[in-house]
C-alpha cells in the first residue's frame, strides 16, 4: 500500500508543481520549545471532480530534540493522528520518510532530527467539495527526556484551485525521502533469517550496481534489535542485528534498507534455513588470526614502547635470577596483558548489553581514566628517575619472598596490564576488522577475538618465558643499566605529559593542574618524609584526590579547533557533496589517538596531500573524536568500524565511499581521491 500511495502520489505533487503559482493551505503552527508544527497541502483550494489531496505534516524541531519512525525501537513511540472532527475527509494514509539511528538514554533508536515532513494522501467522501481538516497530533519528541507533545490543527479548504509551488516541493521532496521497493535501485532482499535461539537477525540483499547499505530499520512490532553489523560488497550485501527482545509469537517483518543510491522496504517472509556464508564474509578463524597480528604489531606502536621499557628494566633487574623465576615473572606480565583484555571485553559487551556505544579505546574519553592513568604513569616515572624508591614493610617483604625470589610477581602482572592499557590508544594494520568482528558479533566470539588479541600483544613476553636464558645472556648490571633506567624514566614521564594533554583537551585545563599538583605532593612526601606509614599516606591521599577530582569538577573540555581547509563532520553533508559532483575527503580522529596524529603528521599535512585535499572540489571534514560523540560513533558503526583512526573518500566515481586502512601512505590517499573523482 506504501510503494502504490508513493507512485500514486509523486506524478500529482509534480503536477501541481507545474501549476499555477496561487498561495497554499496551512494550518496556523504549534510551536512549544521542543517544536514547531504544521498542517501544509499543496492545493489551496478544491477544484471540481477533486477526489485526492496532497498533504504534510510538517515538523520543525530544536536543536538536540527528536522524534521517531513508525517502529521507534527499543524506547519511545510514533507519533498518531486522530482525524476526528473533520468533514468531508472518508481516509487518510501517511507516509514514513527514511529515518536515522540516533541514541536517547543509551538505546539506539529510529527518527528524525531537525525537520522532517510526512507526506499524506486525503481522500475525500464527496470529490470536488470543500472539507474542514482536524488533525490531532500525539507526538513524543526526546532530548536528555522525553515530552508527549499534544496538539490540534486545523485547516479548512473551500472550492476553488491553484497551488503554491514552495509547499508542493516541499511535499514532493519528502516524498522522495520514502523508501521505494527496491525496483529503481535495483536493489532485492534476497533471504531473512531468525536463528532458532532468536538472537540474530540477518538479512542478505543484492544489487544490479555497486552500491553501499548503511542503514537497517526493521520493524516487527514489539520486537527490539541492537546495532547492525554491515559486510557489503559492491553488489552482494549481509546485514545482522542482534535481537534485544522478540515476542513468543514471531510477528510479520517490514525492513528499510537505506543504501548510497537510496532506501527501500520490504515486507519479506522469514526463511527457514540460515543463509549460506558470504564468500567475502570473514570467518571467525580468520578473524582470530588477524587478531592476533593486529596485537603483535601494537608491541611497535608508540603508545606501548614505554611500558616495554618498564619491562626491560625489570629483565635487567632479573638478570641473576634463577630461570624459572625470570619464566614466572614474564608469564605472570602475559597474564597481565590477557587480564585487560578479558576484562576490557566484558566491561564493552556490558555496556553494549546494556544499550550504550562501544568503541575501542573510548576509555580515553573519561576523564576519570584519563586522570588515574596519568597519576600513575608519572609515578611510575619519578620513581625510575630516581624521585624516590618504594621501599616495602618488611613482613610484607618476607612474604612475598615466599612467592619468589627478586621483585615481586605483582609487580610483573601490572606492568603487563599497563602495556595493554596504553595499547589501546593506537591502532594497527588489521586491528580495525579484527575489534568490529568481535564488538558487532556475540559474547563468546567478543571474548575468543580479545584473547587472540591480547596473545598477540603478549608474544614477546611468553618468548622470553619460553627461553629465559635470552634475560641471562644481557651484560651484567653496571652504570649502563643507570643510563637506561634514567631514558626509560623519561619516556614514561613524557606519556604522562601527553596523557595530561589528552586530559586537558576532553575536560578543560582544571584536572590536569590538580593531577600534576597531587603527583608533585605524593613525590615530595617520598623524599622528605621518614616514616614508611607517612609516604604511603601520603601517595593513597593524592591518589584518591586524582580519583575524586574528575567527579567534583566540572567539565570545561576546548571546542574541536576548524580551519578553512577542514570543516567540521556532519554526515548529512556527504551525500549534497556527491550529488554536486564534489570529492568528500573524511578524517575520523581524536587527540589520544597517536596512530591519527602519526597518519596526520607524516601523510595528511605532506604538501602533495594537502595540496589534493585542499583544492577546489574537495570538501575535507574532520571529525573529532576526543569526547564522546554519538553522531561519530553511529558513523564509525555505519562503516563496521568500531575505533580509530578512520578515514573514507567519496566522490562520483566512488559514492559508496574507499574505506582506506588504519596506516596511511601517500600513494594510498592520493589513489582514492583519484577513484573518487570518476
Not at 380 to 404: D, R, V, Y
Request: aromatic share 8%.
Amino acid at each position: 500500500m506504501i510503494q502504490f500511495f508513493k507512485h500514486a502520489l509523486m506524478p500529482l505533487v509534480l503536477a501541481l508543481c507545474l501549476t499555477g503559482a496561487a498561495q497554499a493551505d496551512a494550518s496556523l503552527p504549534f510551536e512549544s520549545e521542543r517544536l514547531t508544527a504544521r498542517l501544509v497541502t499543496a492545493e489551496d483550494g478544491i477544484a471540481p471532480d477533486t477526489q485526492v489531496l496532497s498533504a504534510g505534516l510538517e515538523i520543525t524541531l530544536a536543536d538536540g530534540w527528536k522524534t521517531y519512525w513508525i517502529s521507534p525501537g527499543e524506547v519511545g513511540y510514533a507519533h498518531e493522528i486522530d482525524w476526528t472532527g473533520s468533514h468531508n475527509l472518508a481516509d487518510v494514509e501517511t507516509m514514513w520518510p527514511t529515518p536515522t539511528r540516533f541514541e536517547a538514554f543509551g538505546i539506539e533508536n529510529y527518527g528524525y532530527a531537525n525537520a522532517v515532513t510526512f507526506p499524506m494522501k486525503l481522500m475525500l467522501e464527496e470529490p470536488g467539495a470543500p472539507t474542514d481538516l482536524t488533525a490531532n497530533v500525539n507526538m513524543l519528541v526526546c532530548a536528555d527526556l522525553c515530552v508527549p507533545e499534544t496538539f490540534t490543527l486545523t485547516l479548512s479548504l473551500f472550492e476553488g484551485g491553484g497551488v503554491d509551488r514552495a509547499t508542493a516541493d516541499i511535499i514532493a521532496h519528502a516524498v522522495q525521502t520514502v523508501p521505494g521497493d527496491g525496483t529503481d535501485i535495483g536493489l532485492t532482499l534476497e533471504s531473512v533469517y531468525i536463528d532458532q535461539n532468536n538472537e540474530t537477525l540477518t538479512l542478505v540483499a543484492k544489487s544490479k550496481n555497486a552500491l553501499k547499505i548503511k542503514g537497517a530499520f526493521p520493524d516487527m512490532g514489539d520486537a527490539a534489535f541492537g546495532p547492525p553489523r554491515f559486510e557489503t560488497g559492491s553488489t552482494d550485501h549481509r546485514v545482522t542485528l542482534p535481537v534485544l527482545n522478540m515476542p513468543e509469537d514471531l510477528p510479520p517483518l517490514n525492513v528499510v534498507l537505506a543504501s548510497t543510491a537510496g532506501a527501500a522496504a520490504f515486507s519479506p517472509d522469514l526463511s527457514a534455513a540460515p543463509p549460506e556464508t558470504s564468500a567475502a564474509a570473514p570467518t571467525l578463524l580468520w578473524v582470530v588470526g588477524i587478531a592476533f597480528l593486529g596485537g603483535l604489531i601494537l608491541n611497535a606502536m608508540p603508545c606501548v614502547l614505554p611500558v616495554l621499557t618498564i619491562k626491560l628494566t625489570s629483565a635487567l633487574k632479573a638478570h641473576d635470577q634463577p630461570q624459572a623465576r625470570i619464566r614466572q615473572g614474564f608469564l605472570m606480565s602475559a597474564l597481565g596483558v590477557l587480564a585487560f583484555m578479558w576484562s576490557l571485553a566484558l566491561i564493552l559487551l556490558a555496556i553494549r548489553f546494556s544499550g550504550g556505544q562501544i568503541g575501542w579505546g573510548i576509555q580515553f574519553q573519561s576523564p576519570l581514566f584519563l586522570s588515574a592513568m596519568a597519576g600513575i604513569v608519572l609515578l611510575f616515572a619519578a620513581n625510575m628517575l630516581g624521585a624516590f624508591e618504594i621501599t616495602l614493610p618488611q613482613k610484607w617483604a618476607t612474604g612475598l619472598s615466599g612467592i619468589g625470589k627478586g621483585p615481586s610477581l605483582w609487580g610483573d602482572f601490572g606492568t603487563g596490564a599497563l602495556a595493554a592499557v596504553l595499547a589501546t590508544p593506537c591502532s594497527a594494520p588489521f586491528l580495525g576488522t579484527a575489534v568490529a568482528f568481535a564488538l558487532a558479533g556475540s559474547a563468546d566470539v567478543t571474548l575468543v577475538v580479545f584473547t587472540a588479541l591480547g596473545l598477540g600483544l603478549a608474544l614477546p613476553y611468553l618468548l622470553v618465558a619460553a627461553r629465559p636464558s635470552l634475560v641471562q645472556a644481557l651484560p651484567r648490571p653496571g652504570q649502563w643499566m643507570v643510563t637506561i633506567k634514567w631514558v626509560m624514566g623519561g619516556l614514561l614521564a613524557l606519556t604522562g605529559l601527553w596523557l595530561l594533554f589528552v586530559l586537558n583537551s576532553v575536560s578543560g585545563i582544571a584536572l590536569p593542574v590538580i593531577v600534576a599538583i597531587m603527583i608533585g605532593i605524593a613525590v615530595l612526601a617520598q623524599v622528605i618524609a621518614r616514616k614508611l606509614a607517612a609516604r604511603f599516606a601520603a601517595a593513597a591521599l593524592a591518589m584518591a584526590a586524582i580519583l575524586l577530582a574528575p567527579l567534583m569538577v566540572s567539565s570545561s573540555a576546548q571546542v574541536p579547533e576548524t580551519s578553512d581547509n577542514w570543516a567540521a563532520f556532519e554526515r548529512a553533508a556527504i551525500d549534497p557533496a556527491i550529488a554536486d559532483g564534489q570529492i568528500v575527503f573524511v578524517d575520523v580522529t581524536a587527540d589520544w589517538c597517536l596512530s591519527c596524529k602519526t597518519n596526520k603528521r607524516f601523510v595528511l599535512d605532506r604538501d602533495d596531500v594537502s595540496a589534493a585535499l585542499y583544492r577546489d572540489g574537495v570538501l575535507a571534514l574532520r571529525a573529532d573524536w576526543t569526547r564522546p560523540d554519538p553522531k561519530i560513533l553511529a558513523y564509525l558503526q555505519e562503516n563496521d568500524r568500531f575505533g580509530i583512526p578512520f578515514n573514507a573518500v567519496y566522490g562520483p566515481g566512488a559514492p559508496e565511499g574507499v574505506m582506506l586502512p588504519e596506516i596511511l601512505t601517500p600513494s594510498l590517499v592520493l589513489d582514492a581521491l583519484a577513484k573518487a573523482a570518476g
